[in-house]
């Protein structure tokens, strides 16, 4: 596979997951978590997003949870999905516009980021696709047993924010609080969410950028057990 181009064809042997459903709320989004999912996780600058953007997410947000909560009843599907919509509308397209003042596009601050990234890939967890935009990244992750979602999370934007905020001479927060997280259902999900990481950049009008990648890039080196031979690349 070309790095940024989309993922044409895969044959992808994916157990899905059976452990609880856990649910927990954040001050803008619902989490979803399950031992041995896949996730699709989104973290952005502290400075990317207008606050009037934010609240206007949380505000769509809440009357879609509240009208679950009134009735006594989780969030449905068409529910969920709508939230991922509203998420794709009013904060994606600010991020991918390139607001706030870009440190990841600084080469050395989005090394920075991708080794972290890169760092346990195969240790603490499976690294099926990752991008740094310069705003914000993206990555498609399985944690391993032993290893929480929100831990990984934490540990990624902890460690590359001290060492960002050394590297450019500055303090005070530099993520935002809150990522994003989709809890991945199943194949088909998982190749369109590994199509919008490894596409974002091309999405975003960016030429020649380095910072994405995907288990496919090395998969016709050393083949994973749960791809297919013949997959496209």
């Known amino acids: 596979m070309l790095r940024g181009q989309p993922v044409r064809r895969l044959f992808i042997k994916l157990p899905m997951p059976s452990g609880t459903l856990k649910i927990r709320y954040g001050a803008y989004l619902p989490h979803w978590t399950k031992e041995g999912a896949i996730y699709a996780v989104n973290f952005r600058l502290a400075d990317s997003l207008p606050q ?38 009013k904060v994606e397209a600010y991020l991918d516009a390139g607001t706030g003042k870009c440190w990841l596009q600084n080469d050395d601050i989005a090394e920075i980021v991708a080794g972290a990234l890169r760092h346990f890939d195969g240790a603490r967890y499976r690294l099926w696709a990752w991008c740094v935009m310069p705003n914000h990244a993206h990555v498609v992750a399985q944690p391993f047993a032993g290893y929480e979602l929100p831990k990984i999370v934490h540990s990624w934007k902890s460690f590359t924010s001290n060492r960002a ?4 001479g500055r303090q005070g927060e530099f993520w935002q609080p809150e990522p994003y997280d989709h809890l991945i259902r199943d194949e088909d999900d998982l190749v369109r969410q590994i ?39």
Not at 66 to 82: D, N, Y
């Open 165 to 168: 905020n050394r590297k450019l």
């Open 52 to 89: 009037h953007v934010l609240e206007s997410w949380k505000f769509e947000r809440d009357n879609i949870i509240r009208t679950a909560h009134r009735v006594g009843r989780s969030l449905s599907s068409t529910e969920t999905a709508e939230l991922r919509r509203l998420f794709s509308k």
């Open 195 to 233: 199509d919008y990481v490894v596409t974002n950049p091309q999405r975003a009008g960016l030429t020649n950028w380095k910072w994405v990648g995907s288990v496919f890039d090395t998969v016709a080196r050393d083949r994973d057990p749960r791809i297919c031979p013949g997959a496209g690349l």
